[in-house]
Each structure stands twice: as structure tokens, then as C-alpha cells.
């Protein structure tokens, strides 16, 4: 049964940091590309990043460029999530996900794999 499990989410003020990490379980996802998503309250879940099967590429959303970094470890089936000089409109419950393909992509279909989401709240 795959699993994927995010931590290290929280509360924090606005300017902190946070690091995220996603650990999947029961199969290997080294060939397929994986990603953030978030949702804040009474808004629409949206893309926030994704890195390639190699971390060779990512792709970010214009709203976090700057200030998140993805990465991943293939030894360890781990993708990391780090938000630097968070702000109040960070706020949200973030997804981690498993694309169908190695590559990069924004759109929400193409992510096959859901993780059950961890909150992230930033205060003013």
C-alpha cells in the first residue's frame, strides 16, 4: 500500500521558516517526479513546486519563487520542502505528491499520489 507522510508543519511567524518533508512507503518513486500543492481555507487547492525524478529540474509557482526550495532524496524516498521568510498568505494545509511521469508539471492531474496534507499557519 503506497503511503505518503508529510511533516514539519506548524505555526511560525511571519519571516520564519519551515521544513516540510514527505517520506513514501511501499513502493520506490525514483523515477517519477513529485511536488507540493496546497490549499488555504475557502480557496482552491493550488500547485506550489516540483522537482524532477533526478532532481535535475523544478519548477516553482510565482508566488513562492525566491523563497521555497524542493528537493528530494532517492535513497530514502524523501522529498523535502523548504520555506524560507514565510507570510500570512503561506497559511494553508500542503499536499505532497507523486506524478505519472519523471518530469516536472503544475497541473493537478498529472499527480497520482496524495499525501494526507500537514497544516502550515503563519501569523502576522
Known amino acids: 500500500q503506497v503511503q505518503l507522510v508529510e511533516s514539519g508543519g506548524g505555526l511560525v511567524q511571519a519571516g520564519g521558516s519551515l521544513r516540510l518533508s514527505c517520506a513514501a512507503s511501499g513502493r520506490t518513486f525514483s523515477s517519477y517526479a513529485m511536488g507540493w500543492f496546497r490549499q488555504a481555507p475557502g480557496k482552491a487547492r493550488e500547485f506550489v513546486t516540483a522537482i524532477s525524478w533526478n532532481g535535475g529540474s523544478t519548477e516553482y509557482a510565482d508566488s513562492v519563487k525566491g523563497r521555497f526550495t524542493i528537493s528530494r532524496d532517492n535513497a530514502k524516498n524523501t522529498v523535502y520542502l523548504q520555506m524560507n521568510n514565510l507570510k500570512p498568505e503561506d497559511t494553508a494545509v500542503y499536499y505532497c505528491?507523486?506524478?505519472?511521469?519523471?518530469?516536472?508539471?503544475?497541473?493537478?492531474?498529472?499527480?497520482?499520489?496524495w499525501g494526507q496534507g500537514t497544516q502550515v499557519t503563519v501569523s502576522s
Open positions: 505528491v507523486v506524478n505519472r511521469y519523471p518530469g516536472t508539471s503544475s497541473r493537478e492531474s498529472n499527480y497520482n499520489y
